[in-house]
């Protein structure tokens, strides 16, 4: 199915058919333990052409199958990773430090793509559109892009491979897959298995780990029409750059650095109970993560006090523990970085409730007070198991502060009055706001972008991948050649 399925794994799912890419050979080994898994193979520029030659012919022939047979591959393709559910849970949960219940969602969710492609096959795809002369057949249609290079980061791999190959691949086209080389098995090797075993048609899905280099390659080849990609905001520029230099279409889901905004008539246990999620699922390792905790300072001090204790109740470690909530981050250079950006906090005046510290790249959750605006906590995405608090007087404070970030992903505001949490809601710059809500949040169906240093707009979800993976033509058809004046 794939020409470059580069990976090899210990262990019955992932154990056939692989071979070494022209960039080397990487171990793969577990985040929590060290402990070997298995061996992922490099693909090099040259890879990356030739999978990019074989895609592009692959898909022209792809681009004519019936809607009903693109559709069904998605569907079999949902039937094959969920009878494969529990191996793929054990490997997420080994390969990214995800603990069980983080990794058994990210497959449910990675399902619903896959479900949710398969209804974008039988979308209408074309307007008749008018024209001076009534006997002129004038319309409009969406036609497939080509190839699209998507290249994924590892912190929820599976699903936001999925999100990009799945809807692309319905809709016609062919995809270079270019995961992040410290998840290539669960942002590659499992996607290359479910659609074999779904009856992909050969040369359509090419998996290809690496660096930045290889995700460069994919960039500039010149077979990919469309490039999807999701990572850092650091990174997306030179995504941007490169691509918009080529006249290529590019799709940017990057960082955030998310409000949650606490009004002092909000129900505190749930806002505490919101926050607690948004901030510490998957070790915070989440682009949507809640990455500021905006608190009216009337009830600021209780707020800080219950979250505080509930960190202290968290058991860190290996999440193949049951009794584990905090898994380790990604390696131990994203934990000194973490660490880094506490450290600076609490020099410039946070106060440290709890946490704050590390061994190897298990952070223990953390609590910082009295957060200023010019605090790094403040100021950058953390990506780590960090909550800090920042407090404000007033809802045009509130709204200032959620405001003063280059970032523009998510939002959340706590409040019992629905009609002032939509008016707050109004004036945050932001792709996504949830009143009541916590910032992580997203479906299949739903739009989903960011501004700003979180993306160029683009959306993912539902009929918007239609205006990302497809190109309008249009198309006249007259009963008879017009006669012109020469």
């Known amino acids: 199915m794939s020409q470059c399925d580069f990976t090899a794994v210990s262990g019955r799912l992932f154990s056939d058919g692989w071979r070494p890419g022209g960039g080397g050979t990487a171990d793969v080994r577990e985040v929590a333990t060290g402990e070997p ?21 692959a898909q022209r022939e792809w681009s004519r199958a019936s809607y009903k047979e693109r559709a069904s591959v998605m569907v079999r393709t949902a039937q094959a990773l969920e009878s494969m559910r529990a191996d793929v849970v054990e490997m997420m949960m ?65 699903m936001l491979a999925i999100r990009s190959v799945a809807p692309a691949l319905v809709l016609g086209n062919a995809v270079l897959l270019k995961p992040d080389v410290k998840t290539a098995l669960s942002g590659g090797t499992v996607l290359a298995r479910i659609f074999e075993a779904a009856g992909l048609p050969t040369g359509l899905l090419h998996v290809l780990p690496g660096d930045a280099r290889t995700g460069e390659a994919v960039v500039r080849s010149r077979y990919t029409s469309v490039i999807s990609f999701t990572g850092s905001s650091a990174a997306g520029h030179r995504v941007g750059e490169v691509a918009g230099a080529m006249l290529k279409r590019v799709v940017l889901e990057l960082g955030g650095n998310n409000a949650l905004i606490v009004l002092d008539d909000a129900d505190l246990d749930a806002a505490v109970n919101n926050a607690a999620w948004g901030s510490l699922l998957h070790q915070g390792q989440i682009c949507m993560a809640t990455g500021r905790h905006l608190v009216h300072e009337r009830i600021a001090d209780e707020y800080a006090e219950r979250l505080t204790e509930h960190a202290r109740s968290l058991v860190v470690g290996d999440p193949k523990r049951a009794e584990v909530r905090v898994g380790p981050l990604i390696d131990v250079n994203q934990a000194a970085r973490v660490h880094a950006i506490v450290t600076s906090s609490v020099e410039s005046g946070a106060v440290l409730r709890t946490g704050g510290s590390h061994e190897g790249p298990f952070y223990q959750p953390t609590v910082l007070d009295r957060v200023s605006p010019d605090a790094e906590a403040f100021t950058k995405e953390i990506f780590g198991p960090v909550i800090p608090v920042t407090r404000f007087a007033s809802d045009d404070e509130a ?41 992580i949040n997203d479906s299949a169906h739903v739009p989903m972008g960011g501004m700003g240093e979180s993306g160029n707009g683009g959306r993912y979800g539902g009929h918007w991948n239609l205006d990302e993976f497809t190109y309008w033509q249009w198309i006249t058809a007259r009963p008879t050649p017009p006669t012109y004046p020469v």
């Open 399 to 439: 709204a200032e502060l959620a405001g003063r970030t280059a970032y523009g992903l998510s939002a959340a505001i706590h409040t019992r009055s629905m009609q002032r949490g939509l008016a707050l809601a109004e004036r945050l710059r932001t792709g996504m706001v949830h009143i009541n809500g916590q910032t």
């Open 94 to 158: 080994r390969e990214t430090g995800s603990i069980r219940a983080k990794a058994g969602q990210e497959v449910s969710k990675a399902l619903d793509e896959l479900r949710a492609a398969a209804g974008l096959a039988d979308q209408p795809y074309g307007q008749l559109l008018p024209h001076e002369d009534a006997s002129v057949l004038s319309m409009a249609r969406r036609v497939p892009v080509g190839v699209v290079g998507v290249i994924t980061p590892w912190n929820a791999p599976l």
């Open 37 to 57: 898994i298995g061996v992922i193979g490099l693909a090099d520029v040259a890879d990356v052409e030739r999978a990019g030659k074989s895609a592009s012919a």
